[in-house]
């Protein structure tokens, strides 16, 4: 490119750039053709066969659920609880269900929520702020903050699972925040 730009004009270097782009794109397009083709002759012999090492997202999703309700069971038999109703006879039950009742007040209230998306925005703010070359204090301050934030979530998540019990899982947009608090 630069031997035609020295030799022809600068305005040569478009050329080349739309060469780029779109040898990319051709060779793109011919991975993905033979990727899918391989995987379409795969499935045609063998339609019910997974491979080694494939996961599915959907699979691991429904694996952490099932845990993290199973959990959640166990502690609510613990706790004299039937699912969502709390046995009144027993001690914790008659402690646990005011609690639990205002913890789902607090929860589902305007103020939490806000709360909660002040924090993501700082985060994205923080996240953004990030920069090549950046002093080692700045680095620190950020790496400090996303710890913090982090804990946020995770204690948004667990308020959440206290007062919602299995019902924070029915919300997708709390399945989707799990997996970013599991993520982190």
Not at 4 to 15: G, I, Q, R, T
Not at 127 to 154: K, R
Request: aromatic fraction near 12%; glycine fraction near 4%.
């Amino acid at each position: 490119m630069y031997y035609v730009m020295d030799a022809k004009s600068w305005w040569s270097f478009v050329y080349f750039i739309v060469l780029t782009i779109l040898a990319s794109y051709v060779i793109m397009n011919t991975c993905a053709v033979v990727i899918a083709t391989h995987y379409s002759d795969a499935m045609k012999h063998e339609p019910g066969r997974k491979f080694p090492g494939t996961v599915s997202f959907r699979e691991v999703w429904k694996a952490i659920k099932a845990r993290v309700s199973k959990l959640i069971s166990r502690v609510s038999d613990i706790w004299g609880s039937n699912h969502h109703h709390l046995a009144e006879s027993s001690p914790l039950g008659r402690c646990w269900l005011p609690i639990r009742r205002k913890l789902e007040a607090l929860v589902t209230g305007n103020v939490f929520n806000r709360f909660i998306t002040i924090a993501i925005l700082l985060n994205i703010l923080t996240m953004a702020i990030e920069h090549h070359d950046q002093p080692e204090m700045m680095t620190n301050v950020l790496q400090i903050s996303n710890y913090v934030f982090t804990g946020v979530f995770v204690v948004e998540m667990v308020l959440k699972l206290m007062a919602l019990g299995s019902d924070y899982f029915k919300d997708w947009s709390n399945n989707f925040d799990c997996l970013i608090v599991i993520i982190s």
